[in-house]
């Protein structure tokens, strides 16, 4: 990180001087409930979707939640993170980790030196983001289904993002931005956003669920990520080989906490990818039909109508209007 920007994440702020003075955490200053809910009014100025703080080090911040969408980024040293009272999660530099509202969340005591950004980001947020996701996938999907609260997963996601230039790039960006103030850069950050969640369907193998406790849902992600990159000729068989899972089991793990089984969602990647090279290549339907791995023509077509209500043609001449 430039070293400027971290010279400002690291100081002390007036919170931090007081625990250094053995006062605890002040709940007023998060919450108005009784339940330990860090309420987005308390951090966030009116009208506004997103705001940045430092993340509190020097004391143990109890077990909470957020009613708005949470993003740690880890600028320098680490944090400890226990995740729905058992999960534990180390953050390195680099490291991101998002959390949605319906996640518990409780932080050990960081050093000085552990220096972290909390993004305090409400869903609406999102909406310019998301619509910048062109490209359909299953990971997309995801994402989406997680940080809306509407997977059957409690939803974070820890992300590796360490040494991956852009994302690094457009984190800076958006604290830059944010600590400056200036006024009219909601445009802005949604736009750097929707370009960080790009880069980040782009990398990933570095989106991380992997914990000793977390077997089915660790299951769930890593059949997702081979679909997204072996949807051409991938199968049930190998990606349960990959998993030392029997295929039947599998799919029915995918089943429950997707809603679709791996035919499925093999079966959404590829419509999904043929959408995308009729729209943005000159591929003939033929073309894209053996790109993304059918054989049997007439069949193609047929699930393509099923899923887009028009054929492949149809469908292109409707994307070159927009």
Same mark, same amino acid.
């Given at each position: 990180?430039?070293?400027?920007?971290?010279?400002? #994440?690291? *100081? *002390?702020?007036?919170?931090?001087?007081?625990?250094?003075?053995?006062?605890?955490?002040?709940?007023?200053?998060?919450?108005?409930?009784?339940?330990?809910?860090?309420?987005?009014?308390?951090?966030?100025?009116?009208?506004?979707?997103?705001? *940045?703080? !430092?993340?509190?080090?020097?004391?143990?911040? !109890?077990?909470?939640?957020? $009613?708005?969408?949470?993003?740690?980024?880890?600028?320098?040293?680490?944090?400890?993170?226990?995740?729905?009272?058992?999960?534990?999660?180390?953050?390195?530099?680099?490291?991101?980790?998002?959390? $949605?509202?319906?996640?518990?969340?409780?932080? #050990?005591?960081?050093?000085?030196? %552990?220096?972290?950004?909390?993004?305090?980001? #409400? !869903?609406?947020? &999102?909406?310019?983001?998301?619509?910048?996701?062109?490209?359909?996938?299953?990971?997309?999907?995801?994402?989406?289904? +997680?940080?809306?609260?509407?997977?059957?997963?409690?939803?974070?996601?820890?992300?590796?993002?360490?040494? *991956?230039?852009?994302?690094?790039?457009?984190?800076? $960006?958006?604290?830059?931005?944010?600590?400056?103030?200036?006024?009219?850069?909601?445009?802005?950050?949604?736009?750097?956003?929707?370009?960080?969640?790009?880069?980040?369907?782009?990398?990933?193998?570095?989106?991380?669920?992997?914990?000793? %406790?977390?077997?089915?849902?660790?299951?769930?992600?890593? +059949?997702?990520?081979?679909?997204?990159?072996?949807?051409?000729?991938?199968?049930?068989?190998?990606?349960?080989?990959?998993?030392?899972?029997?295929?039947?089991?599998?799919?029915?793990?995918?089943?429950?906490?997707?809603?679709? $089984?791996?035919?499925?969602?093999?079966?959404?990647?590829?419509?999904?990818?043929?959408?995308?090279?009729? +729209?943005?290549?000159?591929?003939?339907? %033929?073309?894209?039909?053996?790109?993304?791995?059918?054989?049997?023509?007439?069949? &193609?077509?047929?699930?393509?109508?099923?899923?887009?209500?028009?054929?492949?043609?149809?469908?292109?001449?409707?994307?070159?209007?927009?």
């Amino acid at each position: 990180m430039d070293e400027r920007l971290l010279a400002r #994440l690291r *100081i *002390i702020t007036e919170e931090e001087q007081a625990l250094l003075q053995g006062q605890g955490v002040q709940r007023e200053r998060y919450t108005s409930g009784r339940d330990f809910v860090v309420d987005s009014e308390k951090l966030l100025e009116k009208g506004k979707l997103i705001e *940045i703080r !430092p993340h509190t080090r020097f004391v143990h911040f !109890p077990r909470h939640r957020h $009613n708005y969408v949470e993003m740690l980024y880890m600028c320098s040293g680490s944090t400890t993170h226990i995740l729905n009272g058992s999960r534990r999660l180390e953050l390195q530099r680099g490291d991101l980790l998002l959390l $949605n509202q319906a996640v518990y969340h409780e932080i #050990l005591p960081a050093a000085e030196g %552990d220096v972290g950004v909390n993004f305090i980001i #409400l !869903p609406q947020f &999102f909406d310019r983001s998301f619509r910048m996701l062109e490209q359909e996938n299953v990971l997309r999907d995801f994402l989406i289904s +997680t940080l809306a609260g509407e997977s059957t997963f409690a939803g974070w996601l820890h992300i590796a993002a360490r040494d *991956i230039l852009p994302v690094e790039n457009l984190l800076e $960006n958006m604290i830059w931005t944010l600590l400056e103030k200036k006024p009219g850069a909601n445009l802005l950050n949604q736009t750097t956003m929707g370009l960080l969640l790009q880069n980040l369907t782009l990398f990933a193998e570095n989106i991380n669920r992997t914990l000793p %406790d977390s077997r089915e849902e660790n299951a769930v992600f890593a +059949t997702l990520q081979y679909i997204e990159t072996g949807y051409r000729t991938g199968t049930l068989e190998e990606a349960a080989d990959r998993l030392h899972m029997p295929p039947y089991a599998l799919s029915r793990l995918l089943k429950r906490h997707t809603g679709a $089984n791996f035919k499925q969602l093999l079966q959404q990647r590829r419509l999904q990818q043929a959408a995308y090279l009729l +729209t943005n290549t000159r591929l003939a339907a %033929d073309a894209v039909r053996q790109t993304v791995g059918y054989e049997n023509n007439s069949y &193609f077509y047929r699930i393509f109508r099923e899923k887009y209500g028009c054929s492949p043609a149809e469908y292109r001449a409707a994307q070159s209007q927009l």
